[in-house]
């Protein structure tokens, strides 16, 4: 059973930091793509930025120099480095593996609360 389960999120004050974990079981994780995504209330999902298995990374232009996507193959996980957050970042962020021709995986989401 594949499972993505995100963790790190909470409540940030604006200018602060927070670093999100994605660990997966279930898959043969060097082979998906990993990608961040987030859901503000009321807005549609967005992805925040990716990483494919070969290490090429994709960001968002809104969190571009802010934030930082990053894979560690032996630990089957993925990470989220966000500096400088700021209230606009606050959603609930999501973490998707892919692969082509294989139906996406997503977690449930881990809140991010940016307020002072």
């Known amino acids: 059973q594949v499972q993505l389960v995100e963790s790190g999120g909470g409540v940030v004050q604006p200018g602060g930091t927070a670093r999100l974990s994605c660990a997966a079981s279930g898959i043969i994780f060097t082979s998906y793509d990993m990608g961040w995504y987030r859901q503000a209330p009321g807005k549609q999902r967005e992805l925040v930025a990716s990483?494919?298995?070969?290490?090429?990374?994709n960001y968002a232009d809104s969190v571009k120099g802010r934030f930082t996507i990053s894979r560690d193959n032996a630990k089957d996980t993925v990470y989220l480095q966000m500096n400088s957050l700021q209230p606009e970042d606050t959603a609930v962020y999501y973490c998707?593996?892919?692969?082509?021709?294989?139906?996406?995986?997503w977690g449930k989401g881990t809140l991010v609360t940016v307020s002072s």
């Open positions: 998707k593996a892919s692969r082509p021709l294989v139906t996406d995986y």
């Open positions: 990483m494919g298995s070969a290490g090429g990374t």
